[in-house]
């Protein structure tokens, strides 16, 4: 049979085994095929190949329901859900997201990008189901690496009560994105090398009924396994023993740099469009192992994505115990670095905008109510980041700025970024947020940067008069841009970096009532509770002061086009020109 | 030995058994001493006495570092750190928190009242240790109820892989606030009936060295335990099943009502003022268990918190399975709501303001991004609701109201409350949360309420001109009242209900500029990221219109007067509208 007939999951419901490796072979071909020129999740794909065939020949989907922890694993899925052009057809290739996606087919319950949420939200179907008074199959599908995160626990903790059918299957492949970190993996080792006999159970001792599969790259052995479990009416957790990268050989040698990857040459697994320009991971990984050489109480952390921050296998063997790995655990990472500058060390939590939303509470209690000075850095922030609607780095603005105690600095470029970053490793006077700019790394030599922000002020980088534009972080350049445009009009704006997005220099923008009618913001983030909106609420009272505001509406948007979007929102710099022209006749 | 003459942990040092059991019987008579008069958490506090005695005379405070989580269990540890006179000097009872609180105490490490952060901070403290080189002990104590929260369970994970001193202190006394539910329980249980021994243990399957102590609330029995840990190498968990409520019988027998509980008299038990009028909790409470009885699909989830909703004992047990305690688990909590939602269930979630905090990426990720119609009603927001640092109802606005999606409502009055809330039980169009009012419940009978908020706008309440006065949910008495005033003087102001704060009614307040120049905000939260500032926003192009903002600016204040504080903030409906005037002059 070829893939290309396969219209639903009950196209396969009646292959032979041979067929079925047949048809595991053909999605391996199409996998590496599309991600060969598309890039993607290679490796958490690759090893989930026959565990999907197994789960969609057993259980009779979407009736039956699977829901797939950050849903990175879903391709197959996809394909067996009549999906196949998106991954066979060049053209279609980006018809489907790289996650599950409800608007895409039946056979997907949730759009899901962040990781340990499927047990909770399939402990939400399987409840739904039992008060409709149903008895479908409720399948969460979780992956080793993401059981390290809190939300994972607690839906472990809470769904081990329900009083029916519930099935957790654990695809363990022995890896996060880096390799596992915490005292369970201790467990799942013991578990593996005991057959699944070993007494002391992790998901016992959670509450749930067990089964163990070796070979869980073996079809027929995991049809076994799920037949077993069809329709078992209490939780069970049947716990899968894969290998990520499965069939390709450079992702089963190197799992984490194949965890996910930009276009590749299949031969030779080399990339195909090797970007050897500067980036921000690299600076904070030169900045912080040279600092660790310096103090040995500069910590880095990181919760599961050690490269955000430079942190690749080298650095992390430089650093040695100055390096913490805490696994996908934000809410920990947070307050462990709190907990660490409380105790006297200098520690950094390097983290994407998207994922330090897991930890609102614990950057508000743990870290800003008890004023520890840990440094956070906050990746992949702006409009100019990952465009997929789960990992949008738009909210980062409202979420710290709006808690007390913590600076929230914004540098324009590296100098500024690197000037920043070390005053805050070196200071012990309160929590600093560094909104790492997106983007390509930009190089100032022509303005100098403080070695001080401890009593941080706007900094106007040129004087002018009537207009003023306030620009934030990665758009500071653009506002250089717009007042260039504005030469040429004749118009002399006052250009501003603000440096810090949590506060206002209230002196500056006071003074700026003398000779400005016009205070233009531009920030590469959220319009609602951000930057500008506090600007907004300084001039409220005034009525000589205009205040325009750029940046992104409240809204979610999925795979956009940074280019169209800019403009869009008139976040060009001729197009802001024309705004302020307009608004000074 | 008189517990007067407890300076520091080194006067208990020398003590004989019988001595310390003398001292114990003095702290609990402290403990019922303010506790009766003052009111605070009673059965955490009788439970602790003796292990905290024992913990004090065992370890080297604060050389070595004990961190309690949540801290309600705390009080004990303040009197033997110099601080006794705030529990038997009533002139001094608000003299400390009712947390711990490093202000007060070179023994308190942390400012702590959210659950599950002690394992994650304790280890941060444990590895700036290391990284100093000092060999002090530190130790993480956490009840059975607090292990149930994510954090807890990331910091077990990765505090697991210590190669040092590391002491977790699980005092299990059977109880959450509530009773406890969730998988683990049934493991500690087991533990409990096995003192210790069955092989599948929680604690182990984590990674941990165990021991088990049957008798947790006799001294000696702990200090053995104590000593037989202290200066250990690497992470153990002491693992002591304690008897909440210790030594009151009220206590003992009725262990959640105890658990914090008002003034009340010593001898019966009974409390001193009783408040008989109604509140929000038990309006909702009847609601629910109304619906539930019209609907089995209609769903009411706490996350340990049962009562904040009216779900008393009673009417758990009138809900049945239509009640869900996921354990002090938010993230669950909202995760689940959304997947109960998906599945076609109704569900609730009732939670105050200050622990939602634990879900926002819950809610903007596995809610609002799929659209779930999930409800979830916000107790105890405002300035009107518990006034310690920890437990703030400010911050709800700025992290509900900028998430996409997400409607939320601010009711002004029981009648309100109760048509929005019916109306989001009802629809299955989006997700919505409902700020229910703090203070008390306010009814009004000569107003309407929309039976449909699918494409909610403002509701004008007065007509008038020159100054509208947009007052916010529990704040729009105070926008009355100020209009009322203003009436006075000859001003005739517009008076509105914006009904909602997750976005404007633009098309109000666009017709507002014909004749108003003045827009005034009353919010009961902060004012950074809030409903203010979003108005800011909408007139800050404007040249005709200027907004005066009202609400708290973003700082953390502890124990506050309520009443002084709105006068500081100038929300007193006089000074308000002393304002206004000055403005329209």
Redesign the interface.
């Known amino acids: 049979m070829d893939i290309k007939e396969i219209h639903s999951p009950a196209d396969i419901k009646g292959l032979s085994a041979s067929e079925l490796i047949d048809i595991a072979k053909q999605f391996r071909e199409a996998l590496l095929f599309k991600l060969s020129q598309h890039g993607g999740h290679v490796g958490p794909n690759l090893g989930m190949v026959e565990a999907t065939i197994a789960l969609h020949y057993v259980f009779d989907s979407p009736v039956d329901k699977i829901v797939y922890d950050v849903s990175h694993q879903s391709y197959v899925h996809k394909m067996l859900t009549g999906r196949v052009d998106g991954f066979i057809d060049p053209a279609k290739f980006d018809t489907i997201s790289g996650y599950t996606e409800?608007n895409e087919s039946a056979h997907d319950?949730?759009?899901?990008?962040?990781t340990s949420?499927s047990i909770?939200?399939?402990?939400?179907?399987?409840?739904?189901?039992?008060?409709?008074g149903d008895n479908e199959n409720i399948i969460a599908v979780i992956g080793d690496g993401s059981l390290?995160?809190?939300?994972a626990?607690?839906?472990?903790?809470?769904?081990?009560?329900l009083k029916s059918n519930f099935i957790i299957v654990v695809n363990d492949n022995q890896m996060s994105i880096a390799e596992n970190?915490?005292?369970?993996y201790?467990?799942l080792q013991l578990l593996r090398e005991t057959d699944g006999q070993a007494?002391?159970?992790?998901f016992?001792?959670?509450?749930?009924d067990y089964i163990y599969v070796k070979e869980g790259n073996d079809i027929q052995a995991l049809i076994e396994a799920f037949q077993k479990v069809k329709d078992i009416d209490h939780p069970i957790v049947v716990h899968i023993n894969t290998q990520k990268g499965k069939g390709y050989a450079p992702a089963e040698i190197d799992r984490e740099k194949w965890h996910w990857e930009m276009p590749f040459d299949r031969q030779s697994g080399e990339l195909l469009n090797i970007d050897e320009s500067e980036d921000y991971n690299s600076i904070t990984g030169d900045y912080l192992i040279k600092e660790m050489g310096r103090d040995?109480?500069v910590?880095a952390i990181t919760a599961g994505t050690p490269t955000v921050m430079g942190f690749d296998a080298e650095r992390r063997r430089q650093a040695g115990?100055?390096f913490?790995d805490?696994?996908i655990?934000e809410?920990?990472a947070v307050?462990?670095?709190?907990?660490?500058?409380?105790?006297?060390?200098r520690?950094f939590f390097g983290v994407y905008s998207s994922f330090i939303?897991?930890a609102?509470?614990?950057l508000?209690?743990?870290v800003?109510?008890?004023g520890n000075a840990a440094v956070f850095g906050i990746f992949a922030a702006g409009v100019v980041g990952m465009n997929d609607?789960?990992h949008l780095g738009w909210?980062d603005i409202?979420?710290i700025?709006?808690?007390?105690?913590i600076l929230y600095l914004a540098p324009t470029c590296k100098e500024e970024y690197l000037a920043m970053l070390d005053w805050a490793m070196k200071q012990n006077m309160m929590p600093v947020a560094i909104r790492v700019p997106g983007g390509r790394v930009i190089s100032v030599t022509d303005r100098t940067f403080p070695t001080d922000y401890s009593n941080v002020t706007a900094e106007v980088v040129s004087e002018g008069s009537k207009v003023a534009i306030i620009g934030v972080g990665d758009f500071f350049p653009m506002a250089q841009k717009t007042a260039e445009i504005l030469k040429e009009s004749g118009i002399e704006a006052t250009v501003i970096n603000p440096r810090y997005v949590s506060?206002l220099d209230k002196e500056l923008l006071e003074n700026l009532k003398a000779n400005h009618s016009l205070v233009v913001t531009l920030e590469s983030g959220?319009?609602?509770?951000?930057y500008?909106?506090?600007v907004?609420?300084f001039?409220?009272?005034?009525?000589t002061i205009?205040?325009?505001?750029y940046g992104v509406p409240?809204?979610?948007l999925d795979r956009y086009n940074i280019s169209d979007l800019l403009t869009q929102l008139r976040l060009k710099p001729e197009l802001i020109a024309q705004d302020i022209k307009a608004?000074l006749k």
Not at 120 to 132: E, I, K, M, P, Y
Not at 546 to 549: G, W
Request: charged share 20%; with cysteine.
């Open positions: 409800p319950f949730f759009t899901i990008g962040h949420t909770t939200l399939a402990s939400g179907l399987a409840r739904a189901r039992d008060l409709r390290s995160g809190g939300q626990f607690e839906g472990l903790d809470s769904a081990a009560l970190h915490g005292g369970i201790e467990n007494p002391c159970n992790l016992k001792a959670f509450g749930y040995p109480m910590v115990r100055q913490i805490m696994g655990a809410q920990d307050s462990t670095a709190s907990g660490l500058a409380k105790g006297g060390a520690p939303q897991r609102y509470d614990q508000s209690q743990d800003a109510i008890n609607v789960t909210f409202p979420l700025s709006n808690i007390p105690n506060g959220l319009l609602d509770g951000g500008g909106q506090k907004d609420g001039y409220a009272d005034c009525d205009k205040v325009l505001n409240k809204k979610f608004q």
